[in-house]
T-cell receptor, first 114, second 110 residues
Framework: ETGVTQSPTHLIKTRGQQVTLRCSSQ?????VSWYQQALGQGPQFIFQ???????GRGNFPPRFSGLQFPNYSSELNVNALELDDSALYLC?????????????FGPGTRLLVL | RKEVEQDPGPFNVPEGATVAFNCTYS??????FFWYRQDCRKEPKLLMS???SGNEDGRFTAQLNRASQYISLLIRDSKLSDSATYLC???????????FGAGTILRVKS
């Protein structure tokens, strides 16, 4: 096990609602990245947080936002949910001190938007 | 063109077979390379990092060809437990954005 935890494991929402997903990073890791994985696709990078600030963002609209807390845990918020937001949301933790920046994934949150 | 391209498969092989997966990437600035394994409805798990000189971990061998921007994974003596989706992953220098291929499905049958 990687030690990365996510909650909730599953979630059902309707279009237009807002959702908050949570992630606790592995002990010793100071960086959290979020990915969206649609069915049959590889994960797509949403953004990364380091030292409580966004440190890189993928091609996702502003309604995807996040936070990192002093204990390095993180939240992903999605506003105005759309049907296409249905996916597996993965968080990955890593350490800036690791030259390979190897990322270890949590079990994910499955979001279904109806 | 996708940044990382893989043959989606599925590759259906018998136990004990040797199977090879290929992957190409488009960003020549990519500096770190990985193979992740993903079981059905689970999270991706790091299988191995790929070093410039190639590397081996038990039954698994990874190769990198920077000139051709090509990465490969060879699995020898396939086991039933190797059945999974194999994701080719790259990231650029000093970037923590991992770029994933869509994955190659492997099914090992008895």
């Amino acid at each position: 096990e990687t030690g990365v935890t996510q909650s909730p494991t599953h979630l059902i929402k309707t279009r237009g609602q807002q959702v908050t997903l949570r992630c606790s990073s592995q002990s010793g890791h100071n960086t959290v990245s979020w990915y969206q994985q649609a069915l049959g696709q590889g994960p797509q990078f949403i953004f990364q947080y380091y030292r409580e600030e966004e440190n890189g963002r993928g091609n996702f609209p502003p309604r995807f936002s996040g936070l990192q807390f002093p204990n390095y845990s993180s939240e992903l918020n999605v506003n105005a949910l759309e049907l296409d937001d249905s996916a597996l949301y993965l968080c990955a933790s890593s350490s800036m001190g690791d030259s390979w920046r190897t990322q270890y994934f949590g079990p994910g949150t499955r979001l279904l938007v109806l | 063109r996708k940044e990382v391209e893989q043959d989606p498969g599925p590759f259906n092989v018998p136990e004990g077979a040797t199977v090879a997966f290929n992957c190409t990437y488009s960003n020549s600035a990519s500096q770190s390379f990985f193979w992740y394994r993903q079981d059905c409805r689970k999270e991706p798990k790091l299988l191995m990092s790929v070093y410039s000189s190639g590397n081996e971990d038990g039954r698994f061998t990874a190769q990198l060809n920077r000139a051709s921007q090509y990465i490969s994974l060879l699995i020898r003596d396939s086991k039933l437990s190797d059945s999974a989706t194999y994701l080719c992953v790259v990231n650029a220098i000093r970037s923590d954005k991992l770029v994933f291929g869509a994955g190659t499905i492997l099914r090992v049958k008895s």
